[in-house]
């Protein structure tokens, strides 16, 4: 039986399957082999909603980790978060409360709340 779990500090998707399901791991996009001491263990997929729909489809009896869903939810939120501020613009982008020895352009201001935004430490 197949599972699907996080792997890699939740960096990516792991497919741990049998050596008969090796094609069908194949022929997911964006597939790599993980070896550990020189043994295959697991395929890893990159942590996207196409990848987890597409791992899914090509093996529909998996078991899917509910961390997996989690994470997958994360991954989309963040990016309506970016998408939102990027529709935004820069060109009437507010000043910054930080100390510079220059001021910044416009579009490294966007640039910085962005970031600040999405790693949590201020609200959009």
């Not at 194949?26 to 082999?33: K, L, M, N, Y």
């Not at 529909?60 to 994470?71: K, S």
Request: with cysteine; hydrophobic share 40%.
């Amino acid at each position: 039986m197949q599972r699907i779990t996080v792997a890699n500090s939740g960096q990516s998707i792991a497919l741990y399957s049998g050596f008969h399901d090796r094609e069908l791991a194949r022929s997911v996009p964006g597939r790599q082999a993980y070896y550990e001491n020189g043994k295959f263990v697991c395929w890893e997929y990159p942590l996207r909603p196409e990848a987890l729909n597409e791992l899914r489809r090509v093996f529909p009896g998996a078991q899917v980790d509910p961390v997996v869903n989690a994470a997958i939810n994360n991954v989309i939120l963040r990016e309506s978060m970016v998408s939102k501020i990027k529709t935004v613009g820069w060109e009437n982008v507010g000043a910054i409360n930080y100390s510079f020895k220059s001021k910044p352009f416009a579009h490294q201001v966007a640039a910085m709340k962005t970031v600040l935004t999405v790693w949590g430490f201020k609200d959009a």
